[in-house]
């Protein structure tokens, strides 16, 4: 497994020792060798959850050094994200979410680190194939 795509909630677990999440995020982010891919949608949400400066300024430290890759997104790709929202609006399936499941088509990436295993569980790509859920154990 190269590469898996991060949702928020790895994110804001590996930035509060509180977390329930905290030690398993630790854990396999340790034991993980590959590349980390998320989005801007995510990066977003973390800083709205997470009230900490601090952890705020480390996470953007640690994609500026490269420890997380930023798939980005321009006008195509957002009206495709807007797509996937109205696809599953009985959800509903927010921005973050929406923008991992794009990547997920264009990159060809299925496996996401998440702690939301009922959205992902839930969303299809292209030919109903699923997310591989990583990272719970």
Not at 67 to 93: C, F, N
Not at 109 to 133: G, Q, S
Request: hydrophobic share 45%; proline share 4%; charged share 20%.
């Amino acid at each position: 497994m190269p590469s898996i795509l991060v949702d928020t909630g790895p994110l804001v677990a590996l930035a509060s020792r509180r977390d329930n999440w905290h030690a398993r995020c630790v854990k396999f982010l340790s034991a993980f060798r590959g590349d980390l891919i998320t989005t801007w949608p995510v990066l977003t949400e973390f800083s709205h959850l997470v009230d900490s400066p601090a952890a705020i300024h480390q996470l953007q430290g640690w994609a500026a050094r490269g420890g997380l890759q930023i798939h980005t997104m321009g006008h195509d790709e957002l009206k495709a994200v807007a797509d996937w929202m109205s696809r599953y609006a009985d959800r509903p399936m927010d921005l973050a979410d929406a923008s991992l499941v794009h990547v997920a088509c264009v990159t060809g990436v299925h496996h996401v680190w998440t702690i939301d295993r009922a959205d992902f569980e839930t969303y299809r790509l292209p030919n109903r194939k699923r997310f591989r859920i990583v990272g719970g154990e």
